[in-house]
T-cell receptor, first 114, second 113 residues
Framework: EAGVTQFPSHSVIEKGQTVTLRCDPI?????LYWYRRVMGKEIKFLLH????????ESGMPNNRFLAERTGGTYSTLKVQPAELEDSGVYFC????????????FGQGTRLTVV | KNQVEQSPQSLIILEGKNCTLQ??????????LRWYKQDTGRGPVSLTI?????NTKSNGRYTATLDADTKQSSLHITASQLSDSASYIC????????????FGRGTSLIVHP
């Protein structure tokens, strides 16, 4: 069974550019989460989808971040325009709706804004 | 404010030795506590999960304990191996709201031959 996959694994962009991160959850997992780890800090929650609906987006830092999950399958996280402080590792995790605490993580996307 | 504090920040041990990592939390109301292992360049992988009623959980050479009264947890690694070198993250989930987890900063463990 395929795990949670994220694309790209690394991205280096200039300040002001746009970047879109993608997450493919484990098939059948309705819950999808985005997290971010800024260097030297702990992993922090960004938002939570249940199928295509945003259940909780209280962790989104500002309106430069837009997450979507059309059709309730894969999800994208767009940063536009990117700022230097957006650099970090973005993790995606998914879980079954009836076992919402059993979350499986992807390998992360390392974003560097220069 | 929900917080998870881990200690030590980093630890170096010799192969074959045991070690214990600590986690203190202030998350409330408490739902569960999970220890993750994160290898460099990989995503976190769950080692153990404990709910309020559980005070110990083992997974091979990993044993986690939980004291819900003092809000402390430990992860004990027995007979360490080189492959145990990784970051170990304590994650506490609140039962309030949508079960948002709070992550600790992790303990970086290096096992030397």
């Amino acid at each position: 069974e395929a795990g949670v996959t994220q694309f790209p694994s690394h991205s280096v962009i200039e300040k002001g550019q746009t970047v879109t991160l993608r997450c493919d959850p484990i098939s059948g997992h309705d819950n999808l989460y985005w997290y971010r780890r800024v260097m030297g800090k702990e992993i922090k929650f960004l938002l939570h989808f249940v199928k295509e609906s945003k259940q909780d987006e209280s962790g989104m830092p500002n309106n430069r971040f837009l997450a979507e999950r059309t059709g309730g399958t894969y999800s994208t996280l767009k940063v536009q325009p990117a700022e230097l402080e957006d650099s970090g590792v973005y993790f995606c995790a998914s879980s079954q709706v009836l076992r919402r605490t059993e979350a499986f993580f992807g390998q992360g996307t390392r974003l560097t804004v220069v | 404010k929900n917080q998870v504090e881990q200690s030590p920040q980093s630890l170096i041990i010799l192969e074959g030795k045991n070690c214990t990592l600590q986690c203190n939390y202030t998350v409330s109301p408490f739902s569960n506590l999970r220890w993750y292992k994160q290898d460099t360049g990989r995503g976190p992988v769950s080692l153990t999960i404990m709910t309020f009623s559980e005070n110990t959980k083992s997974n091979g050479r990993y044993t986690a304990t939980l004291d819900a009264d003092t809000k402390q947890s430990s992860l004990h690694i027995t007979a360490s191996q080189l492959s145990d070198s990784a970051s170990y993250i304590c994650v506490v989930t609140s039962s309030g709201g949508s079960y948002i987890p709070t992550f600790g900063r992790g303990t970086s463990l290096i096992v030397h031959p």
